[in-house]
Structure formats: structure tokens, C-alpha cells
């Protein structure tokens, strides 16, 4: 026979509401995915099976707390393009605390010596030199940026020139806020992605990422010989390092989507979300 009874700090009712609440938020999300595959060309090609339900429990459990989310994928596969237009459909004023972006191109190492030393891209890449591994970018620099901003500090990121490979300390600063977004070629490498809340990976086939690949190189400088062997390259290391995070990946983003139609689907996700949290 039980001889005493003690009320605990679990508290029921706020849980069974909880659960009912991340319920509804699966459900609809869930309905907006079923009509996502029916689009010719769907956002969301491929959906861990307990992404949804992770999201739905932040949502409602972690409401206080900094979501950090990880976008990568090949180079030129459309990991900007996807988080501009997240943005421009999610956030409709520039209120501060709604979102920080880090992009990963800003922690290039400083290579500019190496770049007059060789005289030209061309002279740099027959010496082997790479531009497309992990070791050229400062991310144990972007990860103590990444924690500090999910645990409330600010930061200055570094500014890279991509045509001079000139790395200065003195970036813009970015302060914490409620989501962070973090894009890049190795955002989901092993040495970044244990802190992501959110891992995503943008798929794009090979032959859209070439054409636009080439038509940025132009804009940084390279061109002729030196953007062949630079793409040579890069192909290669996505191989070895970029293509094999989609396994760890909750989410393959179709990197063919149009723009219009990444606001559309953000846009209904969040106001779904809005009318049923409110």
C-alpha cells in the first residue's frame, strides 16, 4: 500500500498539450511535403523519417532556444540561391533577432601570397593547389562563431576576396538571434556539423553545376585553363568530401527549384505553422 503521494515538477496537462500540439504541427507539415512531390519539380526530394517530428518538438519544446540550421552542397548547387529566397519569403521587415546568416565562403584562409608567388590562377593550380578542401577553410574559426552566436555573443566574421584570395579579419558583425543559418561547402563536415539542429544538403545535377559553376569563375577571374583545371578539381573533392554527407543529411533540397516557387513553399510552411501555433 502506498503510504505517501508526491506531487513531482512533471506536469501533465502542459505535456499531453505539448504532444498534441507537435501532432497538429506534423500533420500539417506533412501535407505540405504530399503536395511538394506532386509538383514537378519538388522542393524536398528526400525527408529523413524523424525529421518532421524533431522540427514539430522545437518548435513547441525549444522555444527559447537558437536553431541552427546547415545548408551544403557541391559548388554552384544552389545553397545561396535557397537561403536568400528562405529569408525573403520568412522574414518581411529587417527586425533584428529573427535571423543571422554565416556563410562559409567568408573563412577562406588567406592565400593571396601563395596566389603572387605563382603569378597567375593558372601557375597556382599546375602546382597542385586547391581551393575546394577542407583545409583552406578556417572552420574551426566558423565553429567557434557558430557556438558563440548560438549562446548569445556576437561575432565579426572575416571577409574573403575572392579574386585577390586577401582573408581580412575585419567582416561585418553578426549578431545572435532565433535562427541561424550557415551555408557551404563543409557545414556538414565531421569537424562542424555536431552543433547543426538542422542538416541540410542541396542535390543539383552535375552537368547544371558545371555551366553555372563557369559562369561564376568568370566573375571571380578564371577563365581558360585556369577555370578548367579549377573545375577539374572541384569535381574531385566533392566526390571524396561534399557527396557523402547526404547520407547524414535530414533533408536533400532539389537545387533546381525556382526561386519563386522556394518563397511559395517557405511561405506556406510558416504561416501553416503560425496558424496553428498561435
Known amino acids: 500500500m502506498m503510504e505517501t503521494f508526491e506531487l513531482t515538477n512533471y506536469n501533465f496537462y502542459s505535456s499531453r498539450l505539448d504532444m498534441e500540439l ?53 559548388s554552384a548547387s544552389g545553397k545561396t540561391v535557397f537561403v536568400d529566397n528562405t529569408i525573403e519569403a520568412v522574414v518581411r521587415d529587417k527586425k533584428e533577432g529573427i535571423y543571422t546568416v554565416i556563410r562559409q565562403d567568408d573563412y577562406y584562409k588567406d592565400t593571396s601570397k601563395e596566389l603572387k608567388e605563382a603569378g597567375s590562377y593558372d601557375a597556382l593550380f599546375k602546382t597542385g593547389f586547391s581551393f575546394d578542401t577542407p583545409d583552406v577553410i578556417n572552420l574551426a574559426l566558423m565553429k567557434e562563431h557558430l557556438k558563440s552566436l548560438k549562446e548569445g555573443d556576437s561575432i565579426v566574421s572575416p571577409n ?45 545535377p552535375l552537368a547544371v553545376i558545371k555551366e553555372r559553376w563557369y559562369k561564376r569563375a568568370a566573375s571571380r577571374g578564371k577563365t581558360g585553363e585556369a577555370a578548367d583545371l579549377q573545375f577539374k578539381d572541384v569535381n574531385e573533392t566533392a566526390q571524396q568530401y561534399i557527396r557523402p554527407t547526404y547520407q547524414i543529411a535530414d533533408c536533400i533540397i532539389n537545387g533546381m527549384v525556382d526561386k519563386e516557387y522556394i518563397k511559395i513553399i517557405t511561405d506556406k510552411i510558416m504561416c501553416r505553422l503560425a496558424e496553428v501555433c498561435c
Do not use: H, W
Open 160 to 204: 574573403y576576396d575572392f579574386v585577390t584570395c586577401v582573408s581580412s579579419p575585419n567582416g561585418e558583425i553578426k549578431k545572435p538571434a532565433k535562427v541561424i543559418l550557415t551555408e557551404g561547402l563543409y557545414v556538414l563536415n565531421e569537424e562542424v556539423r555536431d552543433i547543426m539542429d538542422v542538416k541540410v544538403y542541396v542535390f543539383t
Open 22 to 74: 507537435i501532432t497538429t504541427i506534423v500533420d500539417t507539415l506533412k501535407e505540405i511535403l504530399e503536395e511538394d512531390k506532386k509538383q514537378e519539380q519538388p522542393l524536398f526530394l528526400k525527408v529523413a523519417d524523424d525529421f518532421i517530428l524533431n522540427i514539430a518538438r522545437k518548435v513547441v519544446q525549444e522555444k527559447k532556444k537558437t536553431f541552427l540550421i546547415g545548408i551544403t552542397g557541391e
